[in-house]
């Protein structure tokens, strides 16, 4: 299958375009031994690690879509493929959702993943970003760096490489000596990403080598970008490695690299052997004989690779980022499978044999038995008792803030969850016209508690009629954002309201603002009443013999968000295409488990607990 856009597929021709056939020399070409060899270095058009000449073989595996006590189990996998090497993003906000004091302990323990790779026998490349894209909520940047929302961001400004240097200041020490020229297994470094495709500051991209390399960090540093003149050039430093991302057919994506960069190694850092998906987008798939045929191809040229992604994962919470197409805003999935060669569940798919078979032409692929599918449970159907409607729990989730406007949640130091606006507009004044503008990304209203319309970002205009009466009239907007953008040039994208509320030309001034950032639920008070519409939350009980992987399902539901055991799994929306959630055997225990759904609209009957994941 052709590779993908993010728009969509490409077309074929767009894609024969690029190829314009090349010679690419050979990695294996006579090499002498080096003299203090550490690390990975290059010597001509090949890598040597400690001295010896090494093909990274790569498969990227994002730690923070994981479960920790699922790292071994898919390193392993990984091994078993024939992989050498495992490639990691490091997600800024996964470790400092607020500005205080990063975490990197349990789940966020990098250090960890990196020494528990090098226990299943492979090479580390980590990519710090600070930036990553990854499909990933606001490509990896925290948050709070939104405070302003107009803050520049990727580029020398001070206040934004302030931030990275503090950053980095707590993330890199972790990482010096886990490098392999300390003996360590991390190989190589990202600077950026495809920075290229978003700007030239060069003085920016020098200043993140200069802060790595002030911080200890002394191994090979590359920039990937993608595969044309114009983003090597924006995007890469002279003095580091160049190297391409790309899809399909390697020898035209290749040959851009050769022009730009004659003398050095051909690395794909991401050859996307899959793809995500959007919320109301078909799901994608690729072809698997046809990627392992590609993959050959690059393995036949010489060239090192990294598998993106080698293993699925999943965008639990509310960490899923989002695509701009044009002024199209694209929410991405919970799914984060990829379509990848070890799925989003650890299961070996027919695309892993594939490229497994290639890889063994190239390398000695371990010859142990290959791991079976994780224990899955079975299937059961969950009836939900209980249920609180959000709006009359408003107080106590949260306790309210005054401002004479709405303003974005960012700018009141929430970062994720929902937020909601209420103002009381003294009648009588007959009809008058609702507008909202800079709306991310959905909101409920409501006139005096009764529902009155849905404001969805998509629409070319927020608005609707309301009818203020005598006395006043209670106006509440509920927004439920899906997602900040996390690639191109709408990455600066605040939630909740961040332009104007208008009752025909003027803006009400007195709004109590709640920022429902749904940590903690143990506060709702959950009575038997079943409320059908809603926004409401409902809970139910499910008893579990023994945990094991489970997909969630929602029939007749319609959007919202999941708890199981206070854990946010991730959203879940009938707009497909992915109509399960995955919640790993971990997250699960021996006997009673609490489900806890925030459904934006109508409740279902039941929730199912399947044992077999539905992707669309
Ligand atoms: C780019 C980015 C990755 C990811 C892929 C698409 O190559 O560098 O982070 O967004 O696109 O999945």
Same mark, same amino acid.
């Given at each position: 299958m052709a590779p993908f856009s993010r728009r969509?597929?490409?077309?074929a021709a767009m894609v024969g375009a690029a190829s314009l056939g090349v010679a690419v020399g050979s990695g294996r070409t006579a090499l002498a031994q080096a003299e203090d060899p550490r690390g990975l270095t290059l010597r001509g058009d090949a890598f040597l690690l400690d001295g010896k000449p090494f093909r990274i073989l790569s498969g990227a595996f994002h730690y923070f879509r994981t479960h920790p006590r699922d790292w071994r189990d898919r390193l392993t996998r990984m091994r078993a493929m024939g992989l050498n090497t495992? $490639? !990691? &993003?490091?997600?800024?906000?996964?470790?400092?959702? &607020? $500005? @205080?004091?990063?975490?990197? !302990?349990?789940w966020r323990d990098v250090a960890a993943f990196i020494r528990t790779a090098d226990e299943a026998g492979l090479k580390v490349i980590v990519r710090p970003g600070?930036?990553?894209c990854a499909e990933w909520d606001f490509g990896g940047l925290p948050a709070w760096l939104l405070k302003d929302k107009d803050a520049p961001l990727r580029r020398s400004d001070p206040a934004f490489e302030r931030a990275v240097d503090a950053w980095f200041a707590e993330l890199l020490p972790r990482l010096v000596d886990l490098q392999a020229t300390r003996g360590g297994p991390v190989i190589a470094l990202q600077v950026e990403n495809e920075y290229g495709s978003y700007g030239d500051d060069h003085a920016y991209l020098e200043h993140l080598r200069d802060t790595m390399r002030a911080q200890g960090i002394d191994s090979l540093l590359f920039c990937s970008n993608g595969a044309t003149q114009e983003a090597l @050039?924006?995007?890469s430093l002279p003095d580091l490695l160049s190297t391409v991302n790309f899809a /399909?057919?390697? !020898? /035209?994506p290749f040959a851009e690299l050769r022009a730009f960069q004659p003398d050095k190694p051909l690395f794909c850092t991401e050859f996307w052997d899959g793809w995500f998906d959007h919320w109301g987008e078909p799901?994608? !798939?690729s072809d698997p004989a046809r990627t392992a045929a590609d993959v050959e191809k690059m393995l036949a040229a010489g060239a090192s690779v990294n598998l993106y992604m080698a293993v699925g994962g999943t965008n639990f919470g509310w960490y899923a980022g989002a695509n701009l197409t044009g002024s199209a805003y694209q929410p991405t999935v919970t799914s984060y499978d990829y379509d990848s060669p070890i799925s989003e569940s650890g299961e070996l798919t027919e695309k892993f044999h594939a490229v497994r078979e290639v890889l063994a032409k190239y390398a000695t692929v371990p010859d142990t038995p290959l791991p079976a599918t994780p224990p899955r449970m079975?299937?059961?159907?969950?009836?939900?008792? $209980?249920?609180?409607?959000?709006?009359a729990s408003l107080d106590t989730l949260s306790t309210p803030l005054r401002r004479t406007a709405p303003v974005h949640m960012e700018a009141l130091g929430q970062s994720y969850g929902l937020i909601h606006y209420r103002t009381r507009v003294r009648g009588p004044q007959g009809t008058r016209r609702l507008r909202v503008t800079g709306l991310g990304d959905r909101a409920l209203v409501f006139g005096d508690g009764k529902r009155i319309g849905t404001f969805d970002r998509n629409q070319p205009e927020h608005a609707v009629d309301v009818t203020v009466t005598g006395g006043s009239t209670t106006l509440d907007l509920l927004v439920d954002p899906t997602g900040?953008?996390?690639?191109g040039q709408g990455l600066n994208d605040p939630k909740g309201i961040s332009g104007k509320v208008l009752l025909d030309e003027e803006e009400p001034h007195d709004w109590e603002i709640r920022r429902l950032t749904l940590d903690d639920l143990s506060p709702l008070k959950f009575t038997g009443d079943h409320t059908p519409t809603g926004p409401a939350f409902h809970r139910a009980r499910v008893h579990v013999d023994t945990p094991a992987d489970g997909f969630l399902a929602f029939p007749g539901w319609d959007k919202g968000m999941v708890w199981l055991n206070g854990f946010a799994l991730g959203r879940y929306w009938s707009l497909g295409p992915q109509t399960t959630l995955y919640a790993p055997s971990h997250l699960w225990r021996r006997g009673s488990n609490e489900l806890v759904v925030l459904e934006m609209e109508r409740t279902g009957d039941a929730i199912e607990v399947r044992s077999a994941p539905d992707l669309g």
């Amino acid at each position: 299958m052709a590779p993908f856009s993010r728009r969509g597929f490409l077309s074929a021709a767009m894609v024969g375009a690029a190829s314009l056939g090349v010679a690419v020399g050979s990695g294996r070409t006579a090499l002498a031994q080096a003299e203090d060899p550490r690390g990975l270095t290059l010597r001509g058009d090949a890598f040597l690690l400690d001295g010896k000449p090494f093909r990274i073989l790569s498969g990227a595996f994002h730690y923070f879509r994981t479960h920790p006590r699922d790292w071994r189990d898919r390193l392993t996998r990984m091994r078993a493929m024939g992989l050498n090497t495992v $490639e !990691t &993003y490091v997600a800024w906000n996964f470790h400092q959702p &607020y $500005e @205080k004091k990063a975490d990197f !302990t349990g789940w966020r323990d990098v250090a960890a993943f990196i020494r528990t790779a090098d226990e299943a026998g492979l090479k580390v490349i980590v990519r710090p970003g600070p930036y990553i894209c990854a499909e990933w909520d606001f490509g990896g940047l925290p948050a709070w760096l939104l405070k302003d929302k107009d803050a520049p961001l990727r580029r020398s400004d001070p206040a934004f490489e302030r931030a990275v240097d503090a950053w980095f200041a707590e993330l890199l020490p972790r990482l010096v000596d886990l490098q392999a020229t300390r003996g360590g297994p991390v190989i190589a470094l990202q600077v950026e990403n495809e920075y290229g495709s978003y700007g030239d500051d060069h003085a920016y991209l020098e200043h993140l080598r200069d802060t790595m390399r002030a911080q200890g960090i002394d191994s090979l540093l590359f920039c990937s970008n993608g595969a044309t003149q114009e983003a090597l @050039k924006a995007g890469s430093l002279p003095d580091l490695l160049s190297t391409v991302n790309f899809a /399909g057919d390697p !020898t /035209g994506p290749f040959a851009e690299l050769r022009a730009f960069q004659p003398d050095k190694p051909l690395f794909c850092t991401e050859f996307w052997d899959g793809w995500f998906d959007h919320w109301g987008e078909p799901h994608h !798939t690729s072809d698997p004989a046809r990627t392992a045929a590609d993959v050959e191809k690059m393995l036949a040229a010489g060239a090192s690779v990294n598998l993106y992604m080698a293993v699925g994962g999943t965008n639990f919470g509310w960490y899923a980022g989002a695509n701009l197409t044009g002024s199209a805003y694209q929410p991405t999935v919970t799914s984060y499978d990829y379509d990848s060669p070890i799925s989003e569940s650890g299961e070996l798919t027919e695309k892993f044999h594939a490229v497994r078979e290639v890889l063994a032409k190239y390398a000695t692929v371990p010859d142990t038995p290959l791991p079976a599918t994780p224990p899955r449970m079975p299937a059961q159907r969950i009836a939900v008792r $209980e249920s609180v409607p959000l709006m009359a729990s408003l107080d106590t989730l949260s306790t309210p803030l005054r401002r004479t406007a709405p303003v974005h949640m960012e700018a009141l130091g929430q970062s994720y969850g929902l937020i909601h606006y209420r103002t009381r507009v003294r009648g009588p004044q007959g009809t008058r016209r609702l507008r909202v503008t800079g709306l991310g990304d959905r909101a409920l209203v409501f006139g005096d508690g009764k529902r009155i319309g849905t404001f969805d970002r998509n629409q070319p205009e927020h608005a609707v009629d309301v009818t203020v009466t005598g006395g006043s009239t209670t106006l509440d907007l509920l927004v439920d954002p899906t997602g900040r953008i996390n690639f191109g040039q709408g990455l600066n994208d605040p939630k909740g309201i961040s332009g104007k509320v208008l009752l025909d030309e003027e803006e009400p001034h007195d709004w109590e603002i709640r920022r429902l950032t749904l940590d903690d639920l143990s506060p709702l008070k959950f009575t038997g009443d079943h409320t059908p519409t809603g926004p409401a939350f409902h809970r139910a009980r499910v008893h579990v013999d023994t945990p094991a992987d489970g997909f969630l399902a929602f029939p007749g539901w319609d959007k919202g968000m999941v708890w199981l055991n206070g854990f946010a799994l991730g959203r879940y929306w009938s707009l497909g295409p992915q109509t399960t959630l995955y919640a790993p055997s971990h997250l699960w225990r021996r006997g009673s488990n609490e489900l806890v759904v925030l459904e934006m609209e109508r409740t279902g009957d039941a929730i199912e607990v399947r044992s077999a994941p539905d992707l669309g």
